[in-house]
């Protein structure tokens, strides 16, 4: 079964901080990505990686940084954080190209106040 | 680039109702068509899949039909239940854009018992 983890499943950070999002996926796939999900915008991707040490921007990149450190792990970070960066954030893993199935984990609550 | 429009937000029926999504994409590529769900406190997760080859598919009685000529990709289901309200999004996936999908807005159903 496929497996794709988050933590923390909710922060409450303060404007300013630095807030870091960790996933952990064992699917062995390449690909993982970070979207959010808001009301009324469906879920938009954040950045995503092709594999261990590489990192590309999606479509709203703005405000974020990502690293994949490893095949299993993508982390989404937020140097300086700010209320429009509460949302709910979404990781998930992929094998390759558009045409496969995307596996997602549980999400992570953020607030930022 | 690529684009997916569910122009309904929030669909609400009784069970057993014939269920009724719209959806429509626009691309320049190849597409392959998704259906996720997502049930509340989960990620996204896929109910079903189409691809330009095979134009129509079906999962847990749920059916969706690709044509190339209305650019359309519906969800229908003969009968609901209770257990299917979830946000259903209509999701595109384009070779040419790479490992990227691009997502609809969602459609928030409600099942009445």
């Known amino acids: 079964e496929a497996a794709v983890t988050q933590s923390p499943r909710n922060k409450v950070a303060v404007t300013g901080g630095k807030v870091t999002l960790s996933c952990n996926q064992t699917?062995?796939?390449?690909?993982m990505y970070w979207y959010r999900q808001d009301t009324g915008h469906g879920l938009r991707l954040i950045h995503y990686s092709y594999g261990a040490g590489s990192t590309e921007k999606g479509d709203i990149p703005d405000g974020y940084k990502a690293s994949r450190p490893s095949q299993e792990n993508f982390s989404l970070i937020l140097e300086l954080a700010t209320p429009s960066q509460t949302s709910v954030y979404f990781c998930?893993?992929?094998?390759?190209?558009?045409?496969?199935?995307?596996?997602f984990g549980p999400g992570t609550r953020l607030l930022v106040l | 680039g690529n684009s997916v429009t569910q122009m309904q937000g929030q669909v609400t029926l009784s069970e057993e109702e014939f269920l009724f999504i719209n959806c429509t994409y626009s691309?320049?590529?190849?597409?392959?068509l998704f259906w996720y769900v997502q049930y509340p406190g989960e990620g996204p997760q896929l109910l079903l899949k189409v691809t330009t080859a095979n134009n129509k598919g079906s999962s847990r009685g749920f059916e969706a039909t690709y044509d190339k000529g209305t650019t359309s990709f519906h969800l229908q289901k003969a009968s609901v239940q209770e257990s299917d309200s979830a946000v259903y999004y209509c999701v595109l996936g384009d070779h040419d854009a790479g490992a990227k999908l691009t997502f609809g807005g969602g459609t928030r159903l409600t099942v009445r018992p």
């Open positions: 998930a893993s992929g094998v390759d190209w558009g045409k496969d199935t995307q596996y």
């Open positions: 691309t320049t590529g190849y597409p392959t």
């Open positions: 699917n062995n796939h390449n690909n």
